[in-house]
């Protein structure tokens, strides 16, 4: 039966990872939005780049301390721990003048300024549908509904009646309502139109006692039924379906008429719409981002007899003359003055952080962390940021799964550190070890039992820094195992001092002063201590990652993975930005991302036969490979040996039996727990 990557996660929860927002937060996410603690993995949720990807994990824990209030123009107010980390501009023009050119980063919490820019995605993905299709069962005692088409057209005219009914309809057993007030002809006439049209159905007028409305009533069990299906029953409840938020914006036009026509308005200076579905709300602001339009969004606390209202306002003059053409109203007078206080270019609403305030927070804060090569998720404010570990996570999970492991035969190992939280994450065996210490405890599990597959998951301070005797010792062992470091260059558990990856005078923000030491070159310390695969990894290039877990995985010695993970929270220097390319500039001023591939400039780091010159200049060439850092970073497998005697190989020439009989298959006891072992001559020699 093959693996699949869910098989492989845990219930178990992220408690170290300090760059959370509170568990309310609203996530942007297909088909409605949610908040993050209802947010599963799988889930797919709207990227930084404008696009749905899958959560791979949803990060919990508690956290005490400040917590940080940012509230922008226009979308209201986020709450997050001090690292959390938002898609960001700083402000570069004063706090009265726009910025003239717009350099996304990410910036923690604590370290925005009122001014700067917090970035909302505009949805990139058009997906044109042309038609759907009715299914529904002919209904012997309803004589009163009129059979439905079996297809109908997903044209303008149906999309301005969707509106109408998301706004103002209501199913009521076998009746579908419109409900408007007397004066509100045109729209009345419009829907009677709409639905005579597209489904031959006429309507009756239904005065309401007592007030000025009036109900617009089709006698149709089947259109009832459908429109509740698809656009929800109750208010509350009204939204929008994921397809049609994908429709080209001039159809999506067509359902804002209707939606604007029904719970909105046009006042003297701005445009308003109402609704108590939080769904619709964040929907309805998507759809007007899409036609070049920033909303102001609003709520208003339930009270009396009314429930929790959402609000949308558009003031700006262009913005509001843009929808009052969609919706068929006046247009405003221009005025020269007017200025509106976000911007939107390029598919990005940057909007000016206009305060920040702090509190004190003692409760559950939330992250996510994303499958593929997505590390940004979108709330209902702006786009966040996350953790590079969780992308070697995904990378490792991905890689089992695809190679269909028995989770049975299977261990991961780790130190201590934000990388050695792993072994909690992954639904195999796992020991948390000692500081240092993980290796040995590795290399002891692989001896007692060859057939299980071990992975060695730690950090560069692990690994390099306490651990770097193990390192050597283990390498020229060459065990069958795979050692996976997280190289990010700083300690992050301990608050970001210098690993023992960090470069000679490298400063992060964490350091008072640069680093005063030189950094280890760990893919050369492991091509020296006799590693036969070594390789470097990017932890944001999750694909490419898995591939190389794979091929370390597969390799029949000990194979090595170094892996690029930046640390959001302590450097901030080599950030995911960074090696993307920014400040990385081609003569045309284009960024250049500073990783490149291996395998894509025909470089070979393979040994293809034993003989010893074959062997010491693919060594050399790697070597010498491993050298290339900075703007121009290598990433893939530098030098892989098949031809060297594993550990256990070497074992089972000496000893027949440990191939066929090994520690962990033997007895040590008998079935009443009576020892099967005799040290009685071990006690006598060291008897003193």
Same mark, same amino acid.
């Given at each position: 039966?093959?693996?699949?990557?869910?098989?492989?996660?845990?219930?178990?929860?992220?408690?170290?990872?300090?760059?959370?927002?509170?568990?309310?937060?609203?996530?942007?996410?297909?088909?409605?939005?949610?908040?993050?603690?209802?947010?599963?993995?799988?889930?797919?949720?709207?990227?930084?780049?404008?696009?749905?990807?899958?959560?791979?994990?949803?990060?919990?824990?508690?956290?005490?301390?400040?917590?940080?209030?940012?509230?922008?123009?226009?979308?209201?107010?986020?709450?997050?721990?001090?690292?959390?980390?938002?898609?960001?501009?700083?402000?570069?023009?004063?706090?009265?003048?726009?910025?003239?050119?717009?350099?996304?980063?990410?910036?923690?919490?604590?370290?925005?300024?009122?001014?700067?820019?917090?970035?909302?995605?505009?949805?990139?993905?058009?997906?044109?549908?042309?038609?759907?299709?009715?299914?529904?069962?002919?209904?012997?005692?309803?004589?009163?509904?009129?059979?439905?088409?079996?297809?109908?057209?997903?044209?303008?005219?149906?999309?301005?009646?969707?509106?109408?009914?998301?706004?103002?309809?209501?199913?009521?057993?076998?009746?579908?309502?419109?409900?408007?007030?007397?004066?509100?002809?045109?729209?009345?006439?419009?829907?009677?139109?709409?639905?005579?049209?597209?489904?031959?159905?006429?309507?009756?007028?239904?005065?309401?006692?007592?007030?000025?409305?009036?109900?617009?009533?089709?006698?149709?069990?089947?259109?009832?039924?459908?429109?509740?299906?698809?656009?929800?029953?109750?208010?509350?409840?009204?939204?929008?379906?994921?397809?049609?938020?994908?429709?080209?914006?001039?159809?999506?036009?067509?359902?804002?008429?209707?939606?604007?026509?029904?719970?909105?308005?046009?006042?003297?200076?701005?445009?308003?719409?109402?609704?108590?579905?939080?769904?619709?709300?964040?929907?309805?602001?998507?759809?007007?981002?899409?036609?070049?339009?920033?909303?102001?969004?609003?709520?208003?606390?339930?009270?009396?007899?009314?429930?929790?209202?959402?609000?949308?306002?558009?003031?700006?003059?262009?913005?509001?003359?843009?929808?009052?053409?969609?919706?068929?109203?006046?247009?405003?007078?221009?005025?020269?003055?007017?200025?509106?206080?976000?911007?939107?270019?390029?598919?990005?609403?940057?909007?000016?952080?206009?305060?920040?305030?702090?509190?004190?927070? =003692?409760?559950? @804060? *939330?992250? !996510? $962390?994303?499958?593929?090569? #997505?590390? %940004?998720?979108?709330?209902?404010?702006?786009?966040?940021?996350?953790?590079?570990?969780?992308?070697?996570?995904?990378?490792?999970?991905?890689?089992?799964?695809?190679?269909?492991?028995?989770?049975?035969?299977?261990?991961?190992?780790?130190?201590?550190?934000?990388?050695?939280?792993?072994?909690?994450?992954?639904?195999?065996?796992?020991?948390?070890?000692?500081?240092?210490?993980?290796?040995?405890?590795?290399?002891?599990?692989?001896?007692?039992?060859?057939?299980?597959?071990?992975?060695?998951?730690?950090?560069?301070?692990?690994?390099?820094?306490?651990?770097?005797?193990?390192?050597?010792?283990?390498?020229?062992?060459?065990?069958?195992?795979?050692?996976?470091?997280? =190289?990010?260059? @700083? *300690?992050? !558990? $301990?608050?970001?001092?210098? #690993?023992? %990856?960090?470069?000679?005078?490298?400063?992060?923000?964490?350091?008072?002063?640069?680093?005063?030491?030189?950094?280890?070159?760990?893919?050369?310390?492991?091509?020296?201590?006799?590693?036969?695969?070594?390789?470097?990894?990017?932890?944001?290039?999750?694909?490419?990652?898995?591939?190389?877990?794979?091929?370390?995985?597969?390799?029949?010695?000990?194979?090595?993975?170094?892996?690029?993970?930046?640390?959001?929270?302590?450097?901030?220097?080599?950030?995911?930005?960074?090696?993307?390319?920014?400040?990385?500039?081609?003569?045309?001023?284009?960024?250049?991302?500073?990783?490149?591939?291996?395998?894509?400039?025909?470089?070979?780091?393979?040994?293809?036969?034993?003989?010893?010159?074959?062997?010491?200049?693919?060594?050399?060439?790697?070597?010498?490979?491993?050298?290339?850092?900075?703007?121009?970073?290598?990433?893939?497998?530098?030098?892989?040996?098949?031809?060297?005697?594993?550990?256990?190989?070497?074992?089972?020439?000496?000893?027949?039996?440990?191939?066929?009989?090994?520690?962990?298959?033997?007895?040590?006891?008998?079935?009443?727990?009576?020892?099967?072992?005799?040290?009685?001559?071990?006690?006598?020699?060291?008897?003193?």
């Amino acid at each position: 039966m093959a693996l699949k990557l869910s098989d492989l996660k845990t219930t178990a929860h992220n408690d170290w990872c300090p760059g959370c927002v509170t568990g309310e937060t609203l996530v942007v996410s297909n088909p409605s939005v949610k908040q993050i603690q209802d947010v599963k993995p799988g889930d797919r949720v709207l990227t930084a780049a404008g696009e749905f990807k899958p959560v791979g994990a949803k990060i919990r824990h508690h956290y005490s301390g400040p917590m940080y209030s940012v509230r922008v123009k226009s979308f209201g107010e986020i709450k997050a721990t001090p690292e959390h980390p938002f898609v960001a501009v700083q402000r570069t023009e004063g706090r009265h003048r726009h910025n003239i050119e717009f350099v996304e980063q990410k910036v923690e919490a604590s370290d925005l300024k009122v001014g700067d820019y917090l970035v909302f995605p505009v949805m990139q993905a058009v997906v044109d549908t042309e038609s759907f299709n009715i299914a529904h069962v002919r209904r012997a005692k309803d004589t009163r509904s009129r059979p439905l088409p079996r297809v109908v057209p997903l044209s303008v005219d149906f999309l301005r009646l969707a509106g109408y009914y998301i706004a103002e309809g209501s199913s009521h057993k076998r009746a579908l309502i419109y409900s408007f007030d007397k004066g509100e002809t045109e729209y009345i006439s419009d829907v009677s139109a709409l639905m005579e049209s597209l489904f031959g159905l006429h309507g009756r007028l239904d005065a309401k006692e007592g007030s000025n409305g009036v109900d617009l009533v089709f006698n149709s069990s089947y259109l009832s039924e459908l429109f509740e299906s698809i656009f929800g029953a109750s208010a509350e409840e009204k939204h929008i379906p994921h397809n049609f938020m994908l429709l080209p914006i001039e159809k999506q036009s067509a359902l804002l008429s209707g939606i604007w026509r029904g719970d909105g308005d046009f006042r003297k200076f701005r445009a308003r719409y109402t609704t108590t579905s939080v769904v619709l709300a964040e929907q309805v602001k998507m759809l007007l981002l899409r036609q070049g339009i920033i909303p102001i969004m609003q709520t208003e606390a339930a009270h009396d007899n009314h429930m929790t209202a959402y609000r949308l306002y558009v003031s700006y003059w262009r913005d509001y003359n843009r929808l009052a053409e969609i919706v068929g109203a006046k247009s405003r007078r221009v005025k020269a003055r007017d200025k509106r206080s976000s911007v939107l270019r390029n598919g990005r609403a940057y909007l000016p952080v206009s305060q920040i305030k702090t509190f004190q927070f =003692d409760g559950q @804060v *939330y992250d !996510l $962390t994303m499958d593929d090569t #997505a590390h %940004t998720f979108v709330t209902s404010v702006t786009a966040s940021g996350n953790c590079g570990d969780f992308g070697i996570l995904n990378a490792v999970q991905m890689a089992l799964a695809e190679m269909n492991v028995d989770p049975s035969r299977t261990v991961v190992v780790s130190g201590v550190g934000c990388s050695s939280k792993v072994p909690h994450f992954i639904k195999t065996y796992g020991v948390h070890t000692l500081h240092g210490r993980s290796l040995p405890f590795a290399t002891g599990i692989k001896l007692a039992n060859p057939n299980l597959e071990v992975i060695d998951v730690g950090g560069d301070g692990d690994g390099m820094g306490i651990g770097a005797g193990h390192f050597v010792n283990s390498g020229r062992r060459n065990l069958d195992m795979l050692y996976i470091i997280h =190289d990010n260059e @700083v *300690y992050g !558990l $301990t608050k970001g001092q210098a #690993a023992p %990856t960090m470069k000679l005078g490298m400063k992060t923000k964490s350091l008072p002063l640069p680093n005063v030491n030189q950094g280890i070159n760990p893919l050369m310390l492991a091509i020296a201590s006799g590693y036969t695969f070594v390789a470097r990894g990017y932890s944001y290039d999750v694909r490419h990652l898995k591939d190389l877990i794979i091929k370390g995985i597969r390799h029949n010695g000990f194979a090595f993975l170094d892996v690029l993970q930046p640390c959001p929270t302590y450097n901030d220097v080599q950030t995911k930005e960074y090696w993307a390319g920014e400040g990385n500039l081609d003569a045309a001023g284009k960024p250049q991302p500073r990783t490149y591939k291996l395998e894509e400039t025909g470089y070979d780091g393979i040994v293809h036969n034993p003989d010893e010159q074959e062997m010491e200049k693919k060594v050399q060439q790697a070597v010498l490979k491993s050298f290339e850092f900075g703007d121009h970073t290598p990433i893939g497998v530098f030098y892989q040996n098949e031809f060297v005697t594993t550990y256990e190989g070497r074992l089972a020439s000496r000893m027949p039996s440990y191939k066929t009989n090994p520690p962990a298959d033997q007895e040590i006891a008998r079935a009443d727990g009576t020892p099967l072992a005799n040290i009685d001559k071990l006690l006598e020699d060291m008897r003193v």
